[in-house]
């Protein structure tokens, strides 16, 4: 395997006017309409809209209400949507990111519909895990009309745009889903003077549909040699990602990519559409960027600085030993990951791993590898200097570490991305965990360090930084957990577990969780990433929003005071609690 090889290893819809009582296997409790309900209507509860309702509001929306199929229906016998043609192109592109972010229902990890209808014959398959109904929004006035249907039939409504989901927000069992896949459209700007302000903003900016996908805006931008700070997968799209903060290869220079927003139109809960920006709706703006998907309101159009495309010098490195349980393996690992608060003083950024059992044709490896770049330069000398008496050290003190270097540049982000954008599988179960680590957690204690990352079994990415710490966001701050603003090194895992089996399900999410211990210890107040994670994150109000969960609920309390938007783990989210397929009061 080369080593630029091994880098890189380390790294239709049908409209129906009624849904019937698809959950009729489930107990309801009577809903009462209005604020007081005891749970949220539901397909087979009293409070569910009658057909005839739902026939008007799909008339009111000019024919975009879908009903919400299982996209593995095709592949049952038993399901009316069966199809054996449609089955073999379910089957074939189900593992694929672009299946599931073209479907209005499914979600890239299917445990967040409890694995109700996966496109294989031999399993069950029933609508339960699944929205009822979908809005196929196209503007803000689709979504206005959705969230006003929702919040007067007490309806548990979700957002979808993609699917690309961690936490699986923009998935709800018998839910109304408003699919924002297709509010789109770009639009460049030399300038930008946002609403309500009496000034200019100068510099390039690009306003996008809150829909958009990431991979989508490079393509565009990358015409006129700009850029955006965004992403690594070209399935991410811009609402999810900036809503929860949002880091990139290019955060150490130019912040999150909550960072570069200038405006937002936003479709508030309470069914107002709304600019938000520093002149205007501030405390809106300030949560809109950072304070999490699904909460505050949706996303319906942004307003992003862009930035010139820069040129990338890479280096692919892997450090690995043929010893796993050596004592100089991990003392090499704990010494390198010691470097990378001077890697990122350096401007260095990248994606790394460190694995005690990685597996190369013939043997097993141990160590630390992947892929590092510097912007605004094509020699790699650069980069070789600046990684120079790291290599000296490992070599004079690990002489049996043979470093392997695979150097590489490109002209702009645009090439570099088509080469490194994550093309990771989709369609199974997957939790992921998250922890910031600042610069002390990294050089106190390098054993410790090791050790904890030898245990996490996962990733330590340099995507923040001093990029991320002298950040200037516009209106002076945004709701972005303020340990970013310290961190050097983002490191995420994940673990992935069979279909169908609760027990499998719960023992995965404890081991994960089991796993970050040791990064929790070692940089205990400094939290972790809400769009990387999972549900069962300790203190999830903390460690996702630092000191800003106060004002965060606040706000919360003022924009959705009916809990019209609710999801887990989300701001404000503790008047209620999924039961069953249900979703219920529990204050």
Request: net charge positive; glycine share 22%.
């Given at each position: 395997m080369s080593a630029s090889a091994l880098a890189r290893s380390l790294l239709t819809l049908t409209c129906v006017f009624a849904y019937g009582n698809a959950f009729s296997s489930q107990t309801r409790s009577r809903d009462e309409r209005g604020y007081a309900r005891a749970c949220k209507a539901a397909p087979g509860s009293p409070g569910w809209p009658s057909s005839e309702t739902w026939t008007s509001f799909n008339q009111s929306t000019g024919g975009k209400l879908l009903r919400g199929v299982a996209p593995g229906a095709v592949c049952h016998p038993r399901q009316p949507a069966y199809n054996a043609e449609q089955c073999a192109i379910v089957t074939s592109g189900w593992s694929t990111d672009d299946f599931h972010r073209n479907d209005p229902v499914s979600n890239l990890w299917q445990q967040f519909n409890n694995d109700t209808c996966l496109p294989d014959p031999g399993a069950p398959c029933s609508p339960d895990g699944y929205p009822a109904y979908v809005v196929n929004a196209t503007s803000a006035h689709d979504v206005k009309l959705a969230l006003d249907f929702a919040r007067t039939h007490g309806i548990w409504v979700v957002v979808k745009s993609t699917g690309h989901d961690y936490q699986g927000r923009s998935q709800a069992p018998g839910a109304l889903s408003i699919w924002i896949r297709h509010v789109g459209g770009l639009k460049n700007h030399t300038s930008f003077r946002p609403r309500g302000c009496k000034f200019t903003i100068d510099g390039r900016a690009v306003t996008v549909g809150g829909g958009t996908a990431v991979g989508d805006i490079y393509d565009e931008l990358g015409k006129i040699n700009q850029t955006i700070v965004a992403g690594s997968g070209r399935s991410v799209s811009v609402?999810?990602?900036?809503?929860?903060?949002g880091h990139s290869i290019l955060s150490p220079r130019y912040g999150l990519g909550a960072d570069s927003v200038l405006e937002m139109e936003v479709v508030t809960p309470m069914g107002d559409i709304l600019i938000a920006n520093e002149c205007q709706n501030q405390d809106l703006f300030w949560a809109m960027r950072g304070g999490g998907g699904s909460t505050f309101g949706v996303?319906?159009?942004v307003t992003l600085a862009t930035y010139p495309s820069p040129e990338m010098a890479e280096l692919g490195l892997a450090l690995f030993t043929a010893e796993p349980n050596a004592t100089y393996t991990w003392d090499m690992v704990g010494y390198v990951l010691s470097q990378y608060p001077y890697l990122d003083s350096k401007g260095v950024s990248g994606y790394s791993i460190i694995t005690q059992n990685f597996s190369i044709p013939?043997?097993?490896?141990?160590?630390?590898?992947?892929?590092?770049?510097?912007?605004?330069?094509?020699?790699?000398?650069d980069m070789l200097s600046i990684w120079a008496p790291i290599l000296d050290h490992i070599n004079k003190t690990w002489p049996s570490v043979t470093p392997i270097l695979s150097p590489q540049t490109f002209s702009s982000f645009q090439d570099w991305f088509s080469v490194h954008y994550d093309q990771g599988a989709a369609g199974y179960d997957l939790w992921v965990t998250s922890h910031l680590l600042d610069a002390e957690s990294l050089t106190s204690n390098t054993t410790a360090t090791a050790e904890a990352?030898?245990?996490?079994?996962?990733?330590?990415?340099?995507?923040?930084?001093?990029?991320?710490?002298?950040?200037?966001?516009r209106g002076g701050s945004n709701a972005v957990n303020p340990s970013w603003r310290r961190a050097i090194v983002h490191a995420p895992t994940g673990l992935t577990f069979p279909p169908l089996n609760r027990t499998a399900k719960m023992e995965a999410l404890a081991k994960l969780n089991a796993q970050t211990e040791d990064l929790r210890q070692l940089a205990p107040d400094m939290g972790s990433y809400v769009n990387e994670n999972n549900p069962a994150e300790p203190d999830w109000q903390h460690s996702f929003w630092g000191e800003n969960y106060d004002r965060l609920f606040r706000i919360k309390r003022?924009?959705?005071p009916l809990d019209v938007l609710w999801c887990h783990p989300c701001v404000g989210n503790e008047r209620w609690k999924e039961i069953g397929y249900q979703l219920c009061r529990v204050d």
């Open positions: 609402g999810g990602y900036l809503t929860g903060g996303m319906t159009s013939g043997f097993q490896v141990a160590g630390i590898g992947g892929s590092f770049v510097i912007l605004g330069t094509q020699d790699i000398n990352f030898r245990n996490f079994r996962g990733n330590a990415h340099l995507v923040a930084g001093q990029g991320v710490k002298n950040a200037k966001p003022e924009v959705d």
